[in-house]
T-cell receptor, first 113, second 112 residues
């Protein structure tokens, strides 16, 4: 059981470039989430999904897009990268929401220069 | 505006000391969780509290959910270096249980 896996671990982008952060979970969880974490801070929700084909915006969705074609995968797309998107990105999943534990991946550290 | 404010932001103590971390909001939460995050890793769940006034213990850690379900506290007794990390509270707002709102975080360092 790998849990939640994320690729890549690190990435440096130039301003205006695009990229996709990959996230896969093997726990058959319905809910999946993308967060960003700026240095020394808490987590801010970017997008989340309650099941395949269903996504919704979180607190800070601008500049990002997501899709959820399968239960396992929840990629995050960055279009036209900006320095403000420099952050650590975490993907998480949970069986259901509310009281259920969210399981986090190891994170992707992204720098935009 | 941050919905969940944690205090203190930073705490550096010596092994054996006690400490309390607070998580406060003006909003009501249907449940609240505490996570610990170590450098270079994702957060890991410590506890979930769901009832106002609820107290849960996890070895040397004691968690309390406020009576009005707007605040929570984490008390560590006799801190050890292994307790070092970033502590995050996260709440599910009443009516929006699909997602969690995370607090601002408390970074704890315990030295020998």
């Amino acid at each position: 059981n790998a849990g939640v896996t994320q690729t890549p671990k690190f990435r440096i982008l130039k301003i205006g470039q695009s990229m996709t952060l990959q996230c896969t979970q093997d726990m058959n969880h319905n809910y999946m989430y993308w967060y960003r974490q700026d240095p020394g801070m808490g987590l801010k929700l970017i997008y989340y999904s309650v099941g395949a084909g269903i996504t919704d915006k979180g607190e800070v969705p601008n500049g990002y897009n997501v899709s959820r074609s399968t239960t396992e995968d929840f990629p995050l797309r960055l279009e036209l990268a900006a320095p403000s998107q420099t952050s650590v990105y975490f993907c998480a999943s949970s069986y259901l929401a509310g009281v259920y534990e969210q399981y986090f991946g190891p994170g992707t550290r992204l720098t935009v220069t | 505006t941050q919905l969940l404010e944690q205090s203190p932001q930073f705490l550096s103590i010596q092994e054996g000391e006690n400490l309390t971390v607070y998580c406060n909001s003006s909003s009501v939460f249907s449940s609240l969780q505490w996570y610990r995050q170590e450098p270079g890793e994702g957060p890991v769940l410590l506890v979930t509290v769901v009832t106002g006034g609820e107290v849960k213990k996890l070895k040397r850690l004691t968690f309390q959910f406020g009576d009005a379900r707007k605040d929570s506290s984490l008390h560590i007794t006799a801190a050890q270096p292994g307790d070092t990390g970033l502590y995050l509270c996260a709440g599910a707002l009443t009516g929006t249980a699909s997602k969690l709102t995370f607090g601002t975080g408390t970074r704890l360092q315990v030295t020998l």
